[in-house]
């Protein structure tokens, strides 16, 4: 599967982006997805992920409450809608696909991986 990340940009605090992921390739649905972002110095960290078939979904709990992980699966799409941002969440941001597994929806063990798009919050 090939993965195109979209959507980033700069925003002031505060304020909404919407992150998208297209694939392109194998079935869609047979992937579990992620979102990982990595800020200047800093360790990857998983952000969100979401099931294949959208029936379960993760957040970190910097995001949570904040971000909203979300797919179609007609549209071999996923979405990352970050609401209420801040000068921390200022990061490329990376989606990621692994074949459906039993593996925690937490692990961040991805085998498929977009470029990235980076998110410049200011204050």
């Known amino acids: 599967v090939q993965l195109q990340a979209s959507g980033g940009g700069l925003v002031q605090a505060g304020g909404s982006l919407r992150l998208s992921c297209a694939a392109s390739g194998r079935s869609f649905s047979t992937y579990d997805m992620g979102w990982f972002r990595q800020a200047p110095g800093k360790e990857r960290e998983l952000v969100a992920a979401i099931r294949w078939n959208g029936g379960s979904t993760y957040s970190a709990d910097s995001v949570k409450g904040r971000f909203t992980i979300s797919r179609d699966n007609a549209k071999n799409t996923m979405y990352l809608q970050m609401n209420s941002l801040k000068p921390e969440d200022t990061a490329v941001y990376y989606c990621?696909?692994?074949?459906?597994?039993?593996?925690?929806?937490?692990?961040?063990?991805?085998?498929?991986w977009g470029q990235g798009t980076k998110v410049t919050v200011s204050s």
């Open positions: 990621a696909a692994r074949i459906r597994t039993t593996y925690s929806i937490k692990n961040d063990r991805y085998d498929y």
